[in-house]
């Protein structure tokens, strides 16, 4: 494959992925989370990304507001 993305992986081992969005603007309430860990880019079958998560971050997600939560896994 031939992304920025997938090569970077490819050499380093390492991705972090963000999902963000806006439950609301008013009142103005945005959430999300991210994932970073160690990676490893797949060819075969068809070319993959896979995430093997040490560190997840969340905010405004279940809590209403800018609560900020996160855990290390593993």
Do not use: Q
Request: charged share 30%; net charge positive; glycine share 10%.
């Amino acid at each position: 494959m031939s992304t920025k993305k997938y090569r970077d992986i490819a050499l380093s081992g390492r991705a972090a992925l963000v999902v963000d969005d806006l439950a609301s603007t008013k009142p103005w309430r945005p959430r999300g989370s991210e994932v970073r860990g160690s990676a490893e880019a797949i060819e075969k079958p068809e070319p993959i990304i896979r995430i093997y998560p040490e560190r997840i971050v969340a905010w405004g997600i279940d809590t209403g507001g800018f609560e900020r939560n996160s855990r290390s896994v593993g």
